[in-house]
């Protein structure tokens, strides 16, 4: 059986914490559903444990140890905070990480509806965020371009799943992004992954933002995109009045990058044509 193989179950992560930090091994374990690069489990009310499931390197998960002790505490929204680490063992020659749980329901099992209210905890949230990053901070190998070097990615899944009648839409709000200058500014913070699965909703608003695995330093333009596959139609504006620190040309890349994004993940989080009509509009 290779490490991509091992199968984590509730007795394997309790046999860890018995291992590594006995401390918390009494506590109750419980799968959280989803997850691909890593799985997540529940421990107690004010835990969870990462689990290295199928990143094929720990680097991302050892970024969030890192640097999320860093940036956590002037975030203005509950982000998963590292308390313990897990090295790798005979029993699992993967990294692990106990981190603190964010309450909440995924926004991809859930929906926003205070619309507002969720455009401006975005924007404080991201205005926090995006700030001159250090010299050694993370650089994305498969996240942080300009638009214009994505071309192949986008033309291949717009060929797939753009419908017919946003087609023409979608393709001049991409051609204004590749069309957009390049982020001239400081490498700031990026999250790098806001969509529906990464952040959670409580009270019918935005109320948690998780996995930071993909953090890089680079172009904001990857997060704010988040105002098109992340909020509710007609939120964008509102979002970008309140972040009040996009260009023109930065917003530009932003909406490219939103539709792109979109063809990035599953069709069950946000219909397609639910944020094509939000970009192409």
């Not at 590594?20 to 690069?37: F, I, T």
């Not at 139609?233 to 979109?262: E, N, V």
Request: net charge negative; charged share 25%.
């Amino acid at each position: 059986m290779t490490d991509a193989e091992i199968e984590i179950t509730a007795d394997l992560v309790r046999d860890l914490l018995q291992e590594q930090h006995p401390d918390l091994a009494g506590l109750a374990v419980r799968e959280v559903p989803g997850g691909w690069g890593n799985q997540m489990w529940r421990l107690g009310d004010e835990l969870a444990v990462r689990m290295q499931r199928m990143d094929p390197t720990p680097e991302l998960q050892l970024n969030e140890r890192r640097w999320l002790p860093v940036l956590a505490p002037r975030l203005p929204l509950p982000v998963p905070t590292p308390v313990r680490c897990g090295e790798p063992s005979a029993r699992f020659p993967k990294h692990w990480t106990v981190m603190t749980w964010v309450p909440g329901e995924p926004l991809d099992h859930s929906s926003i509806s205070r619309g507002d209210h969720a455009a401006d905890t975005l924007a404080g949230f991201l205005k926090a965020l995006h700030v001159e990053a250090p010299a050694d901070a993370p650089i994305s190998e498969d996240r942080g371009d300009h638009p214009k070097k994505c071309t192949d990615g986008f033309d291949h899944f717009f060929h797939a799943v753009v419908p017919d009648d946003l087609a023409d839409d979608v393709r001049s709000v991409w051609d204004a992004a590749v069309a957009a200058p390049e982020w001239e500014g400081p490498p700031l913070w990026v999250h790098g992954d806001l969509h529906p699965a990464n952040v959670v909703v409580s009270d019918r608003t935005l109320s948690g933002v998780i996995d930071f695995g993909s953090m890089f330093a680079g172009d904001p333009a990857w997060d704010l995109a988040a105002a098109w596959v992340i909020l509710p139609a007609g939120a964008a504006s509102r979002f970008f009045d309140a972040y009040a620190q996009a260009d023109a040309g930065t917003i530009r890349r932003a909406r490219g990058l939103a539709a792109l994004k979109r063809g990035l993940v599953p069709e069950e989080w946000t219909p397609v044509r639910v944020v094509m009509r939000q970009v192409s509009g």
